[in-house]
């Protein structure tokens, strides 16, 4: 549609999902969410920022997937293409055997209870003028079905499952901190009871003393309720806490994807590898060296041939500007992008 | 310069390498509300040459710390009583007049963002010879010839031309290796780096702790690092402070604090950080949320939290020698 030189690319990874044996709940294939960047007098469209590039990947009823990145890598716009905050250019997000990208109108508005956001910034994401109780209930009443009274008894129970008092439903969510505003944010996401939560950068924004608080919430209320989640953060601590599999973004490619004890105990690609020994203070026995990267993450207007992280990779060799590397199983259940994967 | 005899009649016993005392700094804001204690009663040391980081959440008063020493508080907030010696000298009590020469040429600021520390109507290298000039009787020309030298001693790749480019042309990761070659251009004393690396990436915040580590072994400026992030500040510091509700609540070195904290605040703290160990186990947590700091409890502020809080808690603990070279801040200890 957009892009010919990728074709080849496209047909390279078709069939090559990292699928595993378990049960899909969210199938991700060959996802592409383009923005056209214009310049000029006429604000012409001059050229695509590629911002998810081709993405596949599989996610597991029940599981947290996490995803990691630095600022730019479209890790956000990879979540918000999934449940369609963000307008994908082709691909097929397969939900339930049904694809999510298709559906329109009456569908779309029922997909929508299944597949929920809770955002990273408390601050913004919240309507300083609504009173508690009406922003949870709020979805309640987009959804139509249920009544006054169902509808208020709901909420209670909501807000005492995300730790939130009676008496601060008639409050508004500016008199409430940081901690306690995710936790409306949560009980807004689940309000439908979804199958699905996009969390994206739920704790990032938050106190290191609260963020532990917020974090075994989340858990909790997968077990109880059987939730799925995208867990997209760039505290890569955090990240491999919470996960069971783990996906690694660079500009627009998912480079790796394994479970998480994997990844973190034997990242097979190069960038993978130098982010993961970035975490300050985890010079702990057993982890790698520090690699320092030079250079700076590439423009997305014009990503480099072949590999994309190639410019700053150190074992970079000229197969590296020629073929893109197709994301494969290199070892069980662990798939990398990177011509060497085997060797590292 | 000539040292103001009258301002320092006060110094306390200066021991001989101590570079900056801050002794019950008390940095207070008047709001319509009340005021607001930001820093209520902080003390510590920075020795000549040496490395400190302050931990802190939210409002614990870390960031009004740095700025109170770099006399940056500001109308509604004032310095309401403590000192502040530098090389023995109290700039709390300063004019600001007084104070100017010093900023900027011993003691020098890097910021979390370092868009908002450079001026974007100006190509950097010139921010950079100002920053020179105001201090030193340099010629443009000679200024812009160091502002060269800096960046590349920063690892800012091909300086002479970078010097000629406006801030929104570099990356965050540039940006802040210009904010830093700046802070060093007159060689101050003492760096206060206020969350020098939050704002930036994973990769791009190894590159500049790697940078930060680098020069600390190059140039004897002693380093003053405020983070929420522990672990950052282990990777710079050799003491830390770890500041709660305007106080300080334990201090020692990073190896003490780190792997065998004694108060009940750093305990949680560190305790609440996920980490692999940890991994499909419920993280353990503080209960409740920072205090409102306008209803600041009597007492330890970390006493609605503490796990271990007594009816002695409603009476300040003051910060004491812990036996083991370390301090704290708690009934307990």
Redesign the interface.
């Known amino acids: 549609m957009v892009d010919a030189d990728n074709q080849a690319v496209t047909t390279a990874l078709d069939g090559a999902e990292p699928n595993g044996e378990d049960d899909v709940l969210l199938d991700v294939r060959n996802l592409k969410t383009y923005y056209p960047s214009r310049s000029g007098l006429l604000g012409r469209q001059t050229a695509w920022v590629r911002a998810v590039d081709d993405v596949s990947f599989t996610i597991r009823r029940g599981e947290t997937f996490g995803l990691v990145g630095?600022?730019g890598c479209g890790k956000s716009t990879l979540g918000r293409s999934v449940v369609r905050l963000e307008k994908a250019q082709s691909g097929q997000v397969i939900f339930e055997g049904e694809d999510v990208l298709a559906k329109k109108g009456r569908d779309l508005k029922a997909l929508r209870q299944d597949l929920q956001v809770i955002f990273q910034d408390p601050y913004g994401s919240l309507d300083p003028r609504m009173k508690v109780r009406d922003i949870i209930a709020e979805g309640l009443l987009w959804q139509g079905t249920a009544g006054r009274a169902e509808r208020a008894d709901r909420v209670h129970d909501l807000a005492s499952l995300v730790g939130l008092r009676e008496e601060h439903l008639d409050r508004h969510a500016h008199e409430f901190?940081g901690?306690?505003r995710q936790r409306i944010g949560i009980a807004r996401a689940l309000a439908l009871r979804p199958k699905f939560v996009l969390a994206d950068e739920p704790v990032s924004a938050l106190?290191?003393?609260?963020?532990?608080?917020v974090?075994?919430l989340l858990?909790e209320l997968q077990e109880d309720f059987g939730l799925t989640y995208l867990f997209i953060a760039?505290d890569?601590?955090?990240v491999?806490?919470?996960s069971d599999r783990v996906g690694v973004m660079y500009l627009g490619k998912l480079v790796e994807v394994a479970k998480?004890?994997d990844l973190?105990a034997d990242p097979r690609m190069p960038y993978t590898q130098?982010?993961l020994?970035?975490?300050?203070?985890?010079?702990a026995p057993g982890r790698r060296d520090?690699i320092?990267?030079g250079g700076?993450v590439p423009s997305p207007l014009d990503p480099p041939s072949g590999c994309r992280f190639r410019t700053r990779c150190w074992k970079a060799e000229s197969l590296c500007a020629e073929e893109v590397p197709v994301l494969r199983e290199v070892v069980p259940d662990h798939w990398a992008a990177c011509h060497f994967a085997e060797a590292s | 310069m000539t040292a103001d005899v009258s301002a320092e009649p006060e110094t306390v016993e200066r021991s001989g390498d101590v570079l900056l005392e801050v002794r019950d700094l008390q940095t207070h804001f008047k709001t319509r509300a009340g005021v607001v204690r930001a820093v209520d009663g902080v003390s510590f040391d920075v020795p000549a040459g040496a490395s400190v980081g302050i931990v802190g959440e939210s409002g614990s008063g870390k960031s009004v710390t740095s700025l109170s020493i770099m006399r940056l508080i500001s109308s509604p907030g004032f310095i309401a009583g403590g000192q502040i010696l530098f090389q023995g000298r109290d700039i709390a009590g300063l004019s600001e007049r007084d104070f100017r020469p010093i900023r900027g040429r011993d003691l020098a600021l890097v910021f979390q963002d370092p868009m908002s520390a450079l001026n974007p109507v100006y190509p950097v290298g010139k921010q950079v010879a100002e920053a020179l000039r105001a201090h030193q009787k340099l010629s443009r020309r000679a200024a812009l010839e160091r502002a060269v030298e800096l960046f590349s001693m920063v690892g800012i790749p091909a300086p002479e031309r970078r010097v000629h480019e406006y801030p929104h042309k570099l990356s965050g990761g540039m940006r802040q290796r210009v904010t830093i070659a700046m802070a060093l251009a007159n060689e101050p004393s003492l760096l206060i780096l206020d969350e020098p690396t939050t704002a930036l990436d994973a990769t791009i915040q190894a590159q500049i702790l790697d940078l930060i580590r680098d020069l600390r072994r190059r140039v004897n400026t002693a380093v003053l690092l405020i983070s929420h992030d522990i672990g950052v500040v282990a990777e710079i510091c050799e003491e830390v402070v770890v500041m709660y509700g305007g106080r300080v609540m334990e201090r020692g070195s990073v190896e003490q604090v780190t792997k065998n904290p004694r108060h009940p605040y750093t305990i949680g703290l560190l305790n609440s950080i996920p980490s692999p160990e940890m991994k499909g186990r419920k993280l353990s947590t503080i209960g409740g949320t920072v205090p409102n700091p306008l209803r600041m409890p009597p007492g330890c502020p970390f006493q609605p939290r503490c796990p271990k809080a007594m009816d002695i808690c409603s009476t300040k603990p003051e910060l004491s020698d812990a036996g083991d070279g370390r301090q704290i801040a708690c009934w307990l200890a």
Do not use: K
């Open positions: 630095e600022s901190s901690g306690q106190d290191m003393s609260v963020q532990s608080q974090l075994n858990s760039h890569l601590s955090v491999e806490y919470i998480a004890e973190y130098a982010l020994s970035a975490i300050p203070g985890h010079q520090r320092v990267l700076e």
